[in-house]
């Protein structure tokens, strides 16, 4: 699973969007306003399934999401 795709789930499941594809334009474009130096398609790499689902579960139905540290935690 990609790494906008695990944002956009959670942003989802918190009731800040209503599709993932809205959540997910949502996503990319924070990433381009706070790293314009940076590549999103570089950055939006898979991450393991398994990892995908913790976070997502961890996540839970956050009252609050900061995507800009969100997006920044899964940098590597």
């Given at each position: 699973?990609?790494?906008?795709?695990?944002?956009?789930?959670?942003?989802?499941?918190?009731?800040?969007?209503?599709?993932?594809?809205?959540?997910?334009?949502?996503?990319?474009?924070?990433?381009?306003?706070?790293?314009?130096?940076?590549?999103?398609?570089?950055?939006?790499?898979?991450?393991?399934?398994?990892?995908?689902k913790?976070?997502?579960?961890?996540?839970?139905?956050?009252?609050?999401?900061?995507?800009?540290?969100?997006?920044e935690d899964?940098?590597?």
């Amino acid at each position: 699973m990609r790494k906008s795709n695990v944002i956009s789930i959670c942003l989802v499941n918190s009731n800040f969007f209503n599709k993932t594809e809205e959540a997910e334009v949502a996503v990319q474009n924070i990433f381009k306003t706070e790293f314009p130096n940076q590549s999103f398609h570089t950055w939006n790499s898979n991450i393991p399934d398994a990892t995908a689902k913790i976070i997502i579960k961890k996540c839970g139905r956050a009252s609050r999401i900061n995507v800009k540290k969100f997006i920044e935690d899964l940098w590597e």
